[in-house]
């Protein structure tokens, strides 16, 4: 039984540790190209041709706000997400919280639930690249496999005793950020623009 306990207590450690190794390169990901869109780095080199990154990064989906006062990259909500994953499973593995306690859960809730919505908007970023802005960028495409790999390693680790309920949250999240989503990159879609100013 002793044997078993350890064993248990050795698998629940690694979920964590990769966790972590995958969000601190979202953060490098994603603040590297906040860093460039304010101005603060030079140069991102990215694999590819035909200054892929340049295109998707730039097109009108690269952008969350930009107004006369403010110029935010979505890179940066990636940013403040890998950086929120990461405070979390530190949380987790620095034993702050004990495991016994019921916020430890809910901390592996809301890894969960976090990292199911950045999976899902990846993916409909990762669609726009493809079928609107017609370029591969590669920045873009890691951000959607670590986030997709936080979000496969949160299940293993959090081992959600009620599937049911994992299922159902999980789904609720899924559509809420993919309807929000489609609702924010239509309104940005250049071609919606041009549409409306046709009908006029």
Same mark, same amino acid.
């Given at each position: 039984?002793? +044997? ?19 969000? +601190? ?7 590297? /190209? ?30 969350? @706000? ?47 639930? /976090? ?10 970023? @990762? ?20 986030? =997709?790999?936080?979000? @496969? ?11 049911? +309920? ?8 899924? =559509? ?25």
């Amino acid at each position: 039984l002793n +044997t078993i306990k350890i064993t248990n207590e050795k698998n629940l450690k690694w979920p964590k540790i990769l966790i972590a190794i995958l969000s +601190t390169i979202g953060i490098a990901d994603t603040g590297s /190209i906040t860093l460039k869109n304010w101005g603060l780095l030079n140069s991102l080199s990215c694999p590819g041709v035909n200054k892929g990154c340049d295109a998707v990064l730039n097109s009108p989906w690269g952008t969350l @706000i930009k107004n006369d006062q403010y110029d935010i990259p979505l890179s940066f909500a990636g940013l403040l997400t890998y950086s929120t994953i990461l405070l979390i499973v530190l949380m987790l593995s620095l034993k702050i919280i004990s495991p016994k306690q019921k916020i430890y859960k809910d901390f592996w809730w809301l890894l969960y639930l /976090i990292s199911c919505g950045s999976s899902v908007f990846s993916i409909l970023l @990762i669609s726009i690249m493809i079928i609107k802005i017609k370029s591969f960028c590669f920045f873009c495409l890691l951000s959607a496999i670590l986030s =997709f790999s936080i979000f @496969i390693l949160s299940i293993i680790g959090a081992r959600f005793e009620n599937r049911e +309920t994992m299922f159902y949250r999980g789904l609720i999240i899924a =559509f809420t950020v993919l309807m929000g989503g489609l609702i924010w990159s239509n309104q940005v879609d250049p071609a919606k623009a041009n549409e409306i100013n046709l009908s006029r």
